[in-house]
């Protein structure tokens, strides 16, 4: 008997523009009917999810920033922040590279330069709360996460380099063709579930998931119906116990009504 489901968002939930079907109000609260806990794992800001799913939002869970921030609606149940120092070093390497962008994810707001305002469509795609700044030493904030953009949509070129030129206790990991998400290295969203399995009671074999990319591996490995989209990444769909129809074609939706409303 499945008592939680979680999903990814972009690439995942979400279709090509960013939207998710009417269809699913409905079975969002078919779901809260059967006692069966919804949870929307993400490397977006929470804010930006909380906001996105209004006005059902304080019956859901929250993933957030890739297993930093954690809540229940609007309460918040564990957050995970990097040490400002280590910050700090992040920021003048990726200085080095020019053509790369940096936006800071803390607890309360997401940062980026005003040099970099030309951003401001991308920020707030994944952030709810952001501003721009006029120096780092401005922002008085934990931060979370740091997200390293390439405009030219070709991060992976970049990859190696950033991966070994950071504090062995971080890690750098790669969403789609534009971002890499720099973060503490023991938190991910299998940590996020494997919290949230804690709290609620809820055994892996009582779970069900659904990513498409690298940073949902540790989402999928933490379930046992963990299921990639068929838009998914090689890597994913081989640890996965099954696949679903890709994003444009509602794979969650189709999954779910099949594999948990029709048994």
Request: one cysteine or more.
């Amino acid at each position: 008997m499945i008592k939680l489901i979680a999903t990814d968002m972009d690439g995942t939930f979400l279709d090509s523009q960013k939207r998710f079907s009417p269809e699913f109000i409905d079975m969002f609260y078919e779901l809260r009917k059967r006692q069966i806990h919804f949870v929307i794992a993400s490397g977006n800001q929470y804010y930006r999810l909380y906001q996105k799913f209004l006005p059902m939002s304080n019956g859901m869970y929250f993933i957030g920033e890739n297993g930093s921030y954690i809540a229940k609606g609007c309460q918040l149940l564990s957050k995970n922040v990097i040490e400002q120092n280590k910050v700090d070093k992040v920021i003048s390497m990726i200085e080095t590279m020019p053509e790369l962008r940096i936006i800071l994810a803390g607890v309360k707001n997401a940062y980026c330069l005003n040099k970099y305002k030309e951003l401001e469509k991308q920020v707030a795609t994944y952030y709810c709360n952001y501003q721009f700044v006029e120096s780092y030493h401005d922002i008085n904030d934990e931060i979370m996460k740091i997200a390293i953009f390439d405009p030219e949509g070709k991060i992976i070129q970049y990859a190696d380099q950033i991966a070994k030129g950071i504090d062995t206790s971080l890690k750098a990991t790669t969403s789609g063709n534009e971002w890499i998400d720099i973060q503490n290295a023991d938190i991910n969203k299998g940590v996020g579930i494997r919290f949230l399995q804690n709290e609620l009671n809820i055994k892996p074999e009582e779970c069900m998931a659904f990513g498409d990319q690298m940073n949902d591996y540790t989402l999928l490995k933490s379930v046992k119906y963990s299921y990639a989209m068929a838009n998914a990444v090689l890597k994913i769909k081989e640890i996965s116990y099954g696949i679903a129809p890709s994003n444009d074609e509602q794979g969650v939706l189709q999954v779910i009504k099949k594999e948990v409303f029709e048994r």
